[in-house]
């Protein structure tokens, strides 16, 4: 029972354009989203967040968007760049008190 | 400040062998998790530490996997025996405090079975 689902294996975009990367979730009690960031042999890293209490979260060239009634958030990288390809996964947590759950990742390509 | 370190980096066995893992935190994170990653799927949680005390090991397979974290710092993730289907990257997390906050993840270990 995936109760974090990232539908879309990969995705490829060329440089400078939006990428978006999707996510949903069947858990309602999950409130708080994180979006990681993973390179080849490395672990994973934290991106950014939103809680539920917001419907978008900004952080440079990042933005995550969440739609509560649809379970649904989506992660904007504008202008993207090569160095953003990687798998990006995308992890809910009820208030923090519970583990974080994964989805099964998104690979990004950006080509130059 | 220093990441999570985890070692070996890799590690090669035979089915039925066993192995153990290693993890030590960010200095002062109180929580320690241990994930479970296999090619094409996203990390599991396998095992949840808050200081030395398990907090979550719901989806521990107990009856070949064990973990401890001795004094609340370090801690050993061990395997046996081995089956195939254990072939995965196994990821060491801590975190602070709640997990709202983001968990540092380390490089992993990649476990093949053979």
């Known amino acids: 029972d995936q109760q974090v689902k990232q539908n879309s294996p990969s995705l490829s975009v060329q440089e400078g354009r939006i990428s978006i990367l999707n996510c949903d979730y069947t858990n309602s009690m999950f409130d708080y989203f994180l979006w990681y960031k993973k390179y080849p042999a490395e672990g994973p890293t934290f991106l950014i967040s939103?809680?539920?209490?917001?419907d978008k979260n900004e952080d440079g060239r990042f933005t995550v968007f969440l739609n509560k009634s649809a379970k649904h958030l989506s992660l904007h990288i504008v202008p993207s760049q090569p160095g953003d390809s990687a798998v990006y996964f995308c992890?809910?947590?009820?208030?923090?008190?519970?583990?974080?759950?994964f989805g099964k990742g998104t690979r990004l390509s950006v080509i130059a | 400040e220093a990441g999570v370190a985890q070692s070996p980096r890799y590690k090669i066995i035979e089915k039925r062998q066993s192995v153990a893992f290693w993890c030590n935190p960010i200095?002062?994170?109180?929580?320690l998790y241990w994930y479970q990653q296999i090619l094409g799927q996203g990390p599991k949680l396998l095992i949840q530490f808050q200081n030395n005390g398990v907090v979550d090991d719901s989806q521990l397979p107990k009856d070949r996997f064990s973990a401890e974290r001795l004094k609340g710092v370090d801690s050993t993730l061990k395997i046996q025996p081995a089956k195939l289907e254990d072939s995965a990257v196994y990821l060491c997390?801590?975190?602070?405090?709640?997990?709202?906050?983001?968990?540092?993840f380390g490089s992993g270990t990649r476990l093949t079975v053979v």
């Open positions: 200095s002062g994170h109180a929580t």
């Open positions: 939103i809680s539920s209490i917001k």
């Open positions: 997390a801590s975190s602070a405090g709640q997990g709202r906050y983001g968990y540092t």
């Open positions: 992890a809910a947590t009820n208030s923090g008190n519970t583990p974080l759950v």
